[in-house]
């Protein structure tokens, strides 16, 4: 598979292992460009970002994808490094990298917003009380794009009420549609399994998440035997929104920590 892949190299390499970026629904690696690549890459990491099948420069369609042919494409891209990767998802990406780390370790592994090991069910209720129109689109449709079809629609789901108007649109431009076949894994079909995963992790959400809220985090938190770490006022494209760097610093840190 032809995937798209970003990396941002240090000027000096200051860290050997390399770091993984995994994005969630809609996305692309263009999310991880905007601010997380470049900041990794100025602290002496190797950062990469890749495009799941479908979306943005990736080649592929989006309908009828599973939950299994995208952990395939994280399986593909990490196989490329020299050294085993750290792996960071967001949202579904940090589903994926939930469902990866069940057959592979990694040096440590990070979730940011991610999608819990036990699906999208209350996601999914929370939406049909809050948007129903929405929920009768999607399910009309059998596709997700229902969700961030407008910018106003992209804002409720990933970004900040205070978030600029200009900045808003130029990511709304760049969402794609996402697979309902996938959607129906998060609802049962092919959940995560935590007594699995041997991998070190670090689990980070956002106070006003309204697609993976503070509950659902440290939910998935405590499967793993850990406490998540929320961060204020923002919402959930963490690695968007304009206190990203916070975040940023956060994983540095605890790498740091590591030893990584």
Not at 188 to 202: F, I, R
């Amino acid at each position: 598979m032809n995937l798209e892949v970003i990396t941002r190299k240090p000027v000096n390499q200051t860290h050997k292992t390399p770091l993984l970026f995994v994005h969630g629904m809609w996305h692309g690696a263009w999310c991880w460009d905007e601010f997380f690549l470049p900041f990794f890459a100025e602290q002496g990491f190797q950062a990469t970002a890749f495009s799941l099948r479908g979306h943005a420069a990736s080649e592929g369609k989006i309908r009828g994808n599973t939950i299994a042919n995208y952990v395939s494409d994280v399986e593909q891209v990490a196989q490329t490094f020299n050294t085993p990767p750290v792996i960071i998802g967001h949202s579904m990406g940090g589903f994926l990298t939930q469902k990866y780390l069940e057959k592979h370790t990694a040096p440590a592994a990070v979730l940011l917003a991610s999608n819990p090991h036990y699906g999208l069910w209350p996601t999914f209720f929370r939406m049909s009380m809050q948007r129903p129109m929405t929920l009768v689109k999607v399910t009309a449709q059998l596709r997700l794009r229902p969700v961030v079809e407008t910018p106003e629609d992209a804002r409720l789901s990933l970004f900040s009420e205070d978030m600029p108007k200009k900045q808003l649109l130029k990511y709304y431009k760049k969402l794609d549609d996402e697979s309902f076949r996938m959607f129906m894994d998060l609802l049962g079909l092919n959940l995560a399994h935590p007594k699995k995963v041997k991998s070190p992790l670090l689990i980070l959400g956002a106070e006003k998440d309204m697609a993976i809220t503070p509950d659902q985090v440290h939910a998935n938190a405590k499967a793993y035997g850990l406490q998540a770490e929320i961060f204020p006022n923002m919402a959930h494209d963490m690695m968007l929104e304009k206190d990203w760097k916070s975040v940023a610093e956060r994983i540095l840190s605890w790498l740091k920590e590591r030893g990584i």
